[in-house]
C-alpha cells in the first residue's frame, strides 16, 4: 500500500511535465508509440501468450479468453488507435476570455485533470487506449489492469514509457499499477489529492464498487439497459431494421438494446413482421400479453428488466401508452440511451424532455451512443452520470478548467 | 428516515414539472416571491426572533446570532437577490447542434440536473437563495438548514411554496427538510437517484463529512487556504494596497487572503512597508525570518499554514523563490484563488500554468473570485473541485445536458 502511494506519488509529479507539454510534442509520443506496437509485435504476442495460457489453465471461458487474445489485426488496430488519438484537437489552453469594467482580464483556460487512475478488466487494448487519451489531454494514468492480463499489460506499458522517456518526459506519467490486490483499488479511490478522477471501465459491479468506496470523483460509465419504444405513430416498416440494428448489431456493446416497449395499438401488426426476424436467433423475454401472441417467448422474470444482458437476448413488453413506457424507462433506465420510433411531434419532444438519460433517440438506433458516431473521435466510455460530462467521453472531458485573473493592483 | 426518503421522492417528481417550465414563468415566480418577503417582513421577523431567543438561551456566540438575525434591511437584500436571479439568462434548453454524414441531427441540450440538496448553516438567506437558483435553473431543491434557523427558514420555505403552489407548481418541488438529525444528512448523501447534487454550505468539517459518506455526487466549495506571493520583480507600491484589500476587506470570507509568501529579495523592503497598516491591526503569525524584522508577530505552528482563519489573522513565510512558494502552495492550497504579483511575464505565466486552484490571479486581490466580480451574478458558492465546475457556481453549473438525437430511421 505504501508502495502504491508512492507510484500515485510520482505519477502526479510526472504528471505536471506533460500538464503543458506542446501538441506536437504529445502527438510525436503517440505517433512513436505507434510504431514501436508495430515493430515490437512478437514481444506482445510473447507476453500475451504467456497470459492465454494461464488464463487458459485456470479455466477462464471462451469469451474472456478472446477478449484477452492479442493479434497481429489487435495489434495494428492498437496501434491505428494511437494515430487516430494523435489527430485529434488538443484541448489543453484553449480558452475564453473577458474583461471587467474594473480592467480585470478574466481567462477561462482548460487544463488537464492532473492523474486519472483507470481500473479495467480483461482487455489489453484498453491499456493503450487509455494511456494515448491520458497523454493528449496532458494527464498522469495509473492503469489498473486486471492480474489475467499482468504479462500483456506490462509489456505495452513498458513500451509506452520507453516512448515518454524518448521524449524527455518521466516514464512514471503512465504507470501500470503494480499492487493487483482487491483492495488496491479501494486505496486508489481514497487518495484524494494524488488521484484526480477514477474511471472504472468494466461491469456494473465493478462500478458499483467504486462509486461506493471512492471519495476520489468517479467517472461511471458504461452499464446500459436501454429502451425503444414503439409509438402507435411509428412508421413499422422503418422500426423492424431500427430495432434489429439496436439489439443484433453488437450486443455485448453497452449501446445494445435490452427492452422493448411496444404501444399496445401496435403490437399484433409490430410483433408479426419482427417475429420471422427474431424466433430462432434472439432469446425473447415476455411480458405475459407478447407471450400470448409469442408462445415460443419465455416469461420475463423481475430482474430481467434490470439486466445488461451483453448478449442476443431481448425483453420485450407491451404497454398501453407513452405514459407506461415512460414510467417503465424512468424505473429500469440506466441513463444511457433509451429511444423511440414515432411520427408525432409532440410525443417526440416530450419523450426528449422526460427521459433523464445521456442519449434520447428519435427514429434512430440505440447503436449510436459513441464518441466516433458523434464525431468526437476516440472516447474512454459513456458517461451515464449527470455531472461534468454526460454520454462519450473524449479528449475535452478530461479536462478541467481554471480562470487565470489578470490585473494591475486591482482591488475589491 | 422514511419521511426523508418520502420528501425526496416527492421533490423529485416534482422537479418534473420545474424542468421546462418557460422562463418567464420561472421569473414570475422569483418575483412574487420578493414582493411577498417585503410584505411579510413581520411575520419573518417573528419567527426569527423565536430563533434568536432560543440561540441567545443556549449560548451561541455574537458571530454566530449576527450570521442568524434577520432584520429589515436583510429581509430587503433576499428580496432583492430574487429579483437579481430573475434577470439571469436562464441556461436550460441552450443547445449546439450539428448533423453527421448520415444525416443524423445531435442536440446538446441543457437541462436541470433533477433535484439539489443544500445542507448548510445558521444563516436563514440561504434558503431563499438557494431556492432562487434552483427554481431558475429547474431544479428541485431539497433545503436542510440547521436547527438553530428552524423557525426562519420554516417560515421561509412556507412562503416559497406559496409561490409555487400560486404558479400552479407543487410545494413539494422546494423542500425544508423535516429530519434535521445529523444521521439525515448521511441518509440524504447516500439517496442515489433522488437527490442528484449535494451541496455542503458551511465549514471544512461540514464539507468533509458530506464528502467522505456521499455516494451521490458532491459539489465541494467554500474552504479557502489563499496565498499571495510577491515575487523580486512585483511593484511593491502596488502590493501594499493588494495584500491590505486581499486580507482585510472581508477576513470571514473563503477568498481571503491567509498566507502572505514574500520573496527573501524584497522581504526586508516590503516588511517595513506593511509594517504600520498590520501592527496592533491584523494577528501576523510568521516564520522565524518574519519574526526577525517583526518581533511583535507570534511564531506560526505547523497548523496555521492550513487553517481557514476566517479572522483578521496572516500567516507570513519568507521564501527564497519562486520554486520555494511553489511548493508551500502545492502543500497547503485548497484549491481556491492563490495569487502573485510580478513584473515578470514568464514568471506570471509560471505560476499560473503551475498552480492547481481554481483562480489564479496575477497583479489583483484574492477577493475578485466570486460569481459577481467574474459578471455571472448570484452563485451558490465557489467550488474548489475539479469535476463539473470549477470556481463560481452559478445557474450554468447547476445543469447538465443530454444529447437528443434524431433520425429518420439510421441504423448502424
Not at 51 to 79: K, T, V, Y
Not at 157 to 177: D, F, N, S, T, Y
Not at 235 to 247: F, Q
Request: aromatic residues 4%.
Amino acid at each position: 500500500m505504501t508502495d502504491l502511494r508512492q507510484q500515485a506519488s510520482d505519477c502526479k509529479k510526472a504528471s505536471r511535465k506533460l500538464a503543458w507539454l506542446a501538441t506536437g510534442d504529445k502527438d510525436r509520443i503517440l505517433l512513436d508509440l505507434a510504431a514501436q506496437l508495430r515493430a515490437r509485435q512478437r514481444e506482445l504476442l510473447e507476453a500475451n501468450r504467456l497470459d492465454c495460457e494461464a488464463g487458459s489453465a485456470a479455466g477462464l471461458s471462451s469469451a474472456l479468453l478472446d477478449r484477452l487474445a492479442l493479434n497481429a489485426q489487435r495489434i495494428e488496430g492498437m496501434a491505428q488507435g494511437c494515430e487516430q488519438v494523435a489527430r485529434l484537437t488538443d484541448p489543453v489552453g484553449r480558452e475564453i476570455a473577458w474583461t471587467r469594467p474594473n480592467g480585470l482580464l478574466i481567462r477561462k483556460v482548460r487544463v488537464p485533470l492532473g492523474v486519472l487512475c483507470i481500473v479495467y478488466e480483461a482487455r489489453p487494448n484498453v491499456t493503450v487506449e487509455s494511456a494515448c487519451l491520458a497523454i493528449k489531454s496532458g494527464n498522469g494514468a495509473l492503469l489498473r489492469g486486471s492480474r489475467t492480463a499482468l504479462n500483456s499489460n506490462q509489456a505495452l506499458v513498458k513500451i509506452i514509457q520507453e516512448c515518454l522517456v524518448r521524449a524527455g518526459l518521466p516514464a512514471e506519467a503512465v504507470a501500470g499499477v503494480a499492487d493487483l490486490s482487491h483492495e488496491s483499488i479501494t486505496t486508489l479511490a481514497r487518495m484524494n489529492g494524488l488521484v484526480d478522477l477514477m474511471i472504472p471501465r468494466g461491469g456494473a459491479e465493478l462500478i458499483q464498487r467504486v462509486v461506493e468506496t471512492s471519495t476520489v470523483p468517479v467517472l461511471e460509465t458504461g452499464v446500459g439497459v436501454c429502451h425503444l419504444y414503439v409509438h402507435p405513430s411509428a412508421d413499422l416498416e422503418m422500426a423492424v431494421p431500427v430495432i434489429l440494428n439496436s439489439k443484433c448489431s453488437r450486443p455485448a456493446v453497452c449501446n445494445s438494446l435490452e427492452t422493448l416497449l411496444v404501444d399496445a395499438a401496435v403490437a399484433a401488426d409490430l410483433l408479426t413482421r419482427l417475429e420471422p426476424e427474431l424466433r430462432d436467433k434472439v432469446r425473447v423475454q415476455g411480458c405475459s400479453r407478447t407471450l400470448q401472441q409469442w408462445p415460443w417467448a419465455v416469461p420475463a422474470t423481475a430482474e430481467n428488466w434490470d439486466t445488461e444482458s451483453m448478449d442476443l437476448v431481448l425483453n420485450v413488453r407491451v404497454v398501453e401508452n407513452l405514459d407506461e413506457a415512460l414510467d417503465h424507462i424512468s424505473q429500469h433506465s440506466t441513463g444511457h440511451t433509451e429511444a423511440i420510433l414515432t411520427r408525432d411531434l409532440e410525443s417526440a419532444r416530450r419523450f426528449q424532455q422526460e427521459v433523464d438519460a445521456c442519449a434520447v433517440n428519435v427514429n434512430a438506433s440505440t447503436r449510436f451512443t459513441d464518441g466516433g458516431e458523434f464525431g468526437f473521435g476516440a472516447e474512454i466510455g459513456i458517461s451515464t452520470q449527470k455531472m461534468h460530462a454526460r454520454g462519450p467521453v473524449g479528449l475535452d472531458e478530461l479536462t478541467t478548467y481554471k480562470y487565470w485573473v489578470e490585473g494591475q493592483g486591482q482591488i475589491r
